[in-house]
């Protein structure tokens, strides 16, 4: 192996094993949480050296990193999500790539997401992203809807041709009732995604956790944690 491949294969075994574990002492089957592992400023070339590791999601933050390393991956069996703030002008771009948009949390976002889908001929996923330090019509500090708009936005994506509602995602909020208690975050989260699938069963994916709190996240029930820094570490950024 190469030291980057090497380096990364040990990484990736520390998250499966703390995975593994967050699992085991919350009474839930490993292949009940799927690990997502979030490349952002780091290369194609690492994707690459993921893939051979066996990851099979990634995930991307800012499309003008996305595009061109999804571009350069496309002979590769990956499924691609986007975790950043979507910003309406990058909507076609992200379309084109991303298998799951995972941080849909306004409704202008859904007519040129419905369009450029249906345009690449694509089925599009996405996660209403949830704000738990948003006040009612507010979007969060890190991006995200307010509790109380997530059944409107829902509704909206469900009725949207070229997307498929599959769940709910959140980021630990950094302010209001929930700061530093990530667990009880995501335990919030989930009673939301309970609700949701009351009136959308199929939307049962919960996007929750990351490097320093994936087992919070699995102890509450997430069902996706995306994890960067523990897997690729910490080397020379893209610019």
């Not at 249906?118 to 500090?141: K, M, P, Y």
């Not at 994916?205 to 709190?213: I, R, T």
Request: charged fraction near 25%; proline fraction near 3%; hydrophobic fraction near 45%.
């Amino acid at each position: 192996m190469t030291d980057r491949k090497t380096e990364l294969a040990e990484n990736l075994a520390r998250v499966e094993e703390r995975i593994a574990s967050a699992c085991a002492a919350a009474g839930r089957a490993r292949a009940d949480v799927t690990l997502i592992v979030v490349t952002k400023t780091y290369p194609a070339s690492d994707v690459r050296l993921l893939h051979e590791l066996g990851v099979r999601e990634v995930a991307e933050n800012r499309d003008q990193d996305a595009a061109p390393k999804a571009a350069d991956c496309a002979d590769l069996d990956l499924t691609w999500h986007f975790v950043g703030q979507l910003q309406t002008n990058k909507v076609r771009s992200v379309a084109s790539y991303a298998d799951t948009v995972q941080s849909v949390d306004r409704a202008r976002l859904i007519d040129p997401l419905s369009t450029a889908a249906v345009r690449a001929e694509r089925d599009l996923g996405c996660l209403i992203q949830v704000a738990l330090d948003a006040e009612s019509g507010e979007r969060g500090e890190r991006g995200g809807v307010a509790p109380d708009g997530i059944g409107e936005l829902a509704a909206l994506v469900a009725e949207a041709p070229g997307l498929r509602l599959d769940g709910l995602m959140t980021v630990a909020p950094l302010a209001g009732e929930y700061a530093g208690r990530q667990r009880a975050a995501f335990e919030r989260l989930l009673e939301f995604s309970s609700r949701l699938r009351a009136d959308h069963p199929a939307a049962n994916m919960v996007s929750a956790g990351m490097s320093a709190d994936l087992e919070e996240a699995v102890a509450a029930g997430a069902t996706h944690v995306r994890v960067g820094t523990a897997v690729l570490g910490d080397r020379p950024r893209l610019g």
